[in-house]
């Protein structure tokens, strides 16, 4: 069973995302919060696995709970949720360590599947803040580029190949599938990876592949 913060400073949002996620059978919410301070309280005390927050809430929004929600001892993966779908709240969202990013106006299948995509240490982005994403990354300047290229170099062939079926959001059993691996190999790779690039978690890694242009045609 997957243990879920959920936090909303709207009441009939955590009552409705509760019965989405809860309708699955293998997710529980063991928690809800009105504000970013008390879902910090709440995950302390319950140490949810993954915690669903929104950003714009009263006295501690969403950016500052995350920030403070990925230091604590017993660190729930954070799945932000907004009816916004702004680059600004992408970028700061996954700088601080959010692992997903999905708007309201997602289906069941994709929060119940964000929340699952993350307990499992990897992560989803909502289709449109990823096309958004990588839109971005297109543009940036030559510079960059370069110096993302040069971060891959400490890579391994192997773990390249990972790196670029994990920056299409393949989930582990896909890029395990692609690449005639198992899962578990494929997971210690995704673990290499992270750590040689000093990355904290699997989207942050997907934009630094892009950012570098891993995988242009």
């Not at 990897?122 to 990823?130: H, I, K, N, Q």
């Not at 890029?175 to 040689?196: D, G, W």
Request: charged residues 25%.
């Amino acid at each position: 069973m997957i243990r879920v913060l959920v936090a909303d400073d709207e009441w009939m949002v955590r009552t409705t995302l509760r019965t989405i996620l809860e309708a699955g059978g293998d997710i529980e919410v063991v928690a809800e919060a009105g504000d970013g301070g008390e879902a910090v309280a709440l995950a302390r005390r319950h140490r949810p696995e993954v915690a669903v927050v929104d950003i714009r809430m009263p006295v501690v929004d969403g950016l500052a709970a995350t920030r403070q929600l990925v230091r604590l001892a017993h660190p729930p993966a954070v799945v932000v949720l907004t009816t916004f779908d702004l680059d600004d709240y992408v970028r700061a969202a996954l700088r601080l360590g959010a692992v997903g990013f999905l708007l309201k106006d997602a289906s069941a299948a994709q929060m119940t599947a964000a929340v699952r995509a993350a307990a499992a240490g990897e992560a989803m982005l909502a289709p449109r803040v990823t096309r958004r994403l990588l839109e971005t990354f297109a543009g940036r300047d030559t510079a960059e580029r370069i110096a993302a290229q040069r971060r891959l170099e400490r890579l391994t062939a192997k773990e390249r190949e990972v790196l670029a079926a994990l920056a299409e959001g393949l989930a582990n059993a896909e890029i395990a599938a692609r690449l005639h691996l198992s899962e578990a190999t494929v997971k210690t790779h995704v673990s290499r990876v992270l750590a040689k690039l000093g990355l904290g978690n699997r989207v942050q890694a997907a934009v630094l592949a892009h950012r570098a242009g891993l995988g242009d045609k």
